[in-house]
C-alpha cells in the first residue's frame, strides 16, 4: 500500500469554525490531490498540488484552501465550516500528474 | 467538459460468473483510464492503470480494455466471488487530473 494517511479519520464540527485535513505521504510523490465524495456526485477534485508552494483549483474549489510547505503535507482548510460541506474527504498522490494515482483513507467530516 | 458514465449503476450476480462493467467517456483526448475498488466505508484501491497507449491490461482475474475512439472501456470480472463485492470505479486522466464515473455497485451472492 502507498503511504498515504489522513488525520484526523473522524470529525464533528459546527458550522462557522475552521477545520484543517492533514494528508501525509511518504512516497516523496510531487503530485498530491484532495477529492470529496458525496452520494450522487462521486468523487471530486477540490484542490491539487504539484509541488511544494504550487497548488490549483479543482472542479469545487469554493470554500476551500490548501496549503503545501513540505513534499509529504497537503492540507486541506475550511475557513468557516458550512453543513454542505459535510462529506468524505480522500487525499491522493502520484509522481506524474497522469500516472496511477494512490488513495488515502479518508476522513468523514460532520458540520452540525 | 469531460464526463465519465459507468452503467449499470448496481448488479448483483451469482457466485462463478463471468461479468462485465462499462465506462464511457465523452472526450477521447484523455492520457490514461484506472479502475478502482471501494469497499463500504473505506478508501479506494487501484486496481489496473490503462495507458492511453494501451489497449487493454490484465491483473489475476481482472481484465480491463480501453477503446478511445469509441470513448469506452470495460472491466472484465472472471468467475466471480463474494469477495469481490464493492462498488468499481473508472477515472479517466484528463491531463493531471482524474474525473470519476459515479461508480458500479457489485454484489456477488453466494
Known amino acids: 500500500d502507498a503511504g498515504i494517511t489522513q488525520s484526523p479519520r473522524h470529525k464533528v464540527t459546527e458550522t462557522g469554525t475552521p477545520v484543517t485535513l492533514r494528508c501525509h505521504q511518504t512516497e516523496n510523490h510531487r503530485y498530491m490531490y484532495w477529492y470529496r465524495q458525496d452520494p450522487g456526485h462521486g468523487l471530486r477534485l477540490i484542490h491539487y498540488s504539484y509541488g511544494v508552494k504550487d497548488t490549483d483549483k479543482g472542479e469545487v474549489s469554493d470554500g476551500y484552501s490548501v496549503s503545501r510547505s513540505k513534499t509529504e503535507d497537503f492540507l486541506l482548510t475550511l475557513e468557516s465550516a458550512t453543513s454542505s460541506q459535510t462529506s468524505v474527504y480522500f487525499c491522493a498522490i502520484n509522481e506524474d500528474g497522469a500516472d496511477e494515482q494512490y488513495f488515502g483513507p479518508g476522513t468523514r467530516l460532520t458540520v452540525t | 467538459k469531460q464526463e465519465v458514465t459507468q452503467i449499470p449503476a448496481a448488479l448483483s450476480v451469482p457466485e462463478g460468473e463471468n461479468l462485465v462493467l462499462n465506462c464511457s467517456f465523452t472526450?477521447?483526448?484523455?492520457?490514461?483510464l484506472q479502475w478502482f475498488r471501494q469497499d463500504p466505508g473505506k478508501g479506494l484501491t487501484s486496481l489496473l492503470l490503462i495507458q492511453s497507449s494501451q489497449r487493454e491490461q490484465t491483473s489475476g482475474r481482472l481484465n480491463a480494455s480501453l477503446d478511445k475512439s469509441s470513448g469506452r472501456s470495460t472491466l472484465y470480472i472472471a468467475a466471480s466471488q463474494p469477495g469481490d463485492s464493492a462498488t468499481y470505479l473508472c477515472?479517466?486522466?484528463?491531463?493531471?487530473?482524474?474525473?470519476f464515473g459515479t461508480g458500479t455497485r457489485l454484489q456477488v451472492f453466494p
Open positions: 477515472a479517466v486522466h484528463d491531463t493531471d487530473k482524474l474525473i
Open positions: 472526450d477521447s483526448a484523455i492520457y490514461n
